[in-house]
């Protein structure tokens, strides 16, 4: 199974955005998370969303984030309101059984 990832761009602090990622095949009842990578940091877990639905977030986008799955399609969306400078970097879809990454999509929140 291949991820790829979409969606991101440039927006304003405060605004929104929506990311998508589609997977290539079936992703079964993997968990599938987002994480995030900003310039000179480590990559760092965003959320997650298990096969029965059950989100998971950090403490830094819980309240703002959500995290969506729809098996039918393969896909994974991550709708990101009321976004902040500290938002700023690449996202990454993973999921988790087989382990496989995306190539990411670069959010930059700026005025």
């Known amino acids: 199974v291949q991820l790829v990832e979409g969606g991101g761009g440039l927006v304003q602090p405060g605004g929104s955005l929506t990311l998508t990622c589609i997977a290539s095949?079936?992703?079964?009842?993997?968990?599938m998370d987002w994480y995030r990578q900003a310039p000179g940091k480590q990559r760092e877990f965003v959320a997650r969303?298990?096969?029965?639905?059950?989100?998971d977030y950090s403490e830094s986008v819980k309240g703002r984030f959500t995290i969506a799955r729809n098996d039918a399609q393969n896909t994974i969306n991550l709708n990101m309101n009321s976004l902040k400078p500290d938002d700023t970097g690449i996202y990454y879809c993973?999921?988790?059984?087989?382990?496989?990454w995306g190539q990411g999509t670069q959010v930059t929140v700026s005025s």
């Open positions: 993973q999921l988790a059984i087989p382990d496989t």
């Open positions: 095949g079936s992703i079964g009842t993997s968990d």
């Open positions: 969303i298990d096969s029965n639905l059950r989100a």
